[in-house]
Structure formats: C-alpha cells, structure tokens
C-alpha cells in the first residue's frame, strides 16, 4: 500500500489520444506563430505568450487549499475530482488539481536532475507532498489541469505534447530555476501549482507555477 493514495484506485493514465491521427503540418503558418492551435507552431513562443496572461492568472484563481484536497481525496476521490479538478472529457482520465500550499521544506533530493524538495505542510514532521524544482519535470500535470486547452484543439498528438514540454520547461526557467539547490531544508515555503492524481507517486507531486520562500505575508 503507497502513502497517501493506498486507499485510492489507481485512475488510468490513457487519455483520448487513442485513435487519433497523425497529419503532416499544413503550410501557412509561421513557425514563429503563438498559437496553440495552429497547424505549425513554436510551443515555446505559445507558452512565453500565454504565462502570465492566461496559464498563471487560471491556475491561481482555481487553486484549492492542498489540506482540503488531502482530506477530501482520500474519502471519495472521484467526488474530489468532479468539485476542485479537471480531466478534460476522457472519463478514463486521471483528475488534474490547482493547488496552493504552505509547510516547512523538510527534506531535499538533488541527486538527480529530477530534483525536488518534500514539505510537511501539517506540522507532524515529515513530508506529506512534494514540490518539483526542476530541471528536469516528468508528467503533463501542468498543462492537463489546464481547462482552456484540450488535445482536439491542437493539429496533432506531436504539438499537443510540445506544447506540454513547453509548459513544464517555462516553469523549469522561470519558476523553479531562482530556487537555492543548498540551504532549503527547515525553510518555510508557499506553492502554488498543479497536480496528478494518477498513483505514480507516494505522495502528490506539485508541478509549482508560484514559490516563495519564507514565512507567509
């Protein structure tokens, strides 16, 4: 049995991308476009363009407090998910969560690229989440607690996934990057971002769109 999720049934990862087909990238369109969904298209540019716009201004105002979701997950998940998350129209999907949390950073993993910190945020000592400070992020977390933005708006399943990785790497640089690597353990820390409930971790892995450190103002 895992942690939090043990009395959870593992939701399935498969999204509606089953039977979709792959089409060429018609001409027309600048590389150089913002789009999301255009044909051809730069998902760094498209990311960069919708950041501080759209994505962060979303996420913050959807944002659940993580106690609530804890609790609430752990009694009727799927309930949880219909209140405070989002999984687009796949039913078979896993729910996505906006989340923002507060706790005391009490432990550190840079060991390896995927480096990330756990915080107690109930004040019994030990980690009860884990917050992602890069530089590598796994997962499409951020961009599938998106509720603006869905597979069938984009021409292909490839820049559907550009534009996840994009997502993360835009959140790598300019969220998690300023993040000191020494120091942080004891800290005091305030997140807001986006998790998976998709059983593939002990405890939720929080992809941060906000980190402050220190005590909260």
């Known amino acids: 049995m895992r942690g939090w999720l043990c009395a959870v049934l593992v939701l399935a990862a498969a999204t509606s991308l089953q039977g979709c087909k792959l089409v060429k990238n018609e001409p027309g369109v600048s590389k150089g476009s913002s789009d999301p969904y255009a044909s051809s298209y730069d998902p760094n540019t498209a990311v960069a363009s919708m950041w501080s716009?759209?994505?962060l201004p979303d996420i913050e105002k959807r944002a659940t407090a993580f106690d609530t979701l804890r609790d609430a997950v752990s009694t009727d998940p799927d309930a949880t998910g219909k209140k405070y998350g989002y999984r687009g129209k796949d039913d078979g999907a896993p729910?996505?969560?906006?989340t923002r949390l507060h706790g005391t950073i009490v432990s550190v993993d840079t060991s390896s690229s995927?480096?990330?910190i756990g915080v107690d945020t109930s004040g019994k000592g030990k980690a009860d989440v884990i917050v992602d400070i890069g530089p590598t992020?796994?997962?499409t977390a951020l961009r599938d607690?998106?509720?603006f933005v869905s597979f069938s708006d984009?021409?292909?399943q490839i820049d559907y996934a550009r534009f996840g990785t994009a997502l993360n790497a835009y959140a790598v640089t300019h969220v998690m990057a300023p993040v000191p690597r020494s120091g942080l353990q004891g800290k005091q820390i305030t997140v807001t971002g986006t998790f998976s409930l998709d059983g593939t971790?002990?405890?939720p892995?929080?992809?941060p769109v906000v980190i402050v450190l220190g005590d909260k103002s």
Not at 95 to 98: H, K, L, R, Y
């Open 114 to 116: 995927q480096g990330t």
């Open 201 to 203: 971790s002990d405890h």
């Open 205 to 207: 892995e929080v992809v």
């Open 95 to 98: 729910w996505n969560f906006p």
């Open 137 to 139: 992020v796994l997962g």
């Open 154 to 156: 984009f021409k292909n």
């Open 145 to 147: 607690s998106l509720d």
């Open 53 to 55: 716009t759209k994505i």
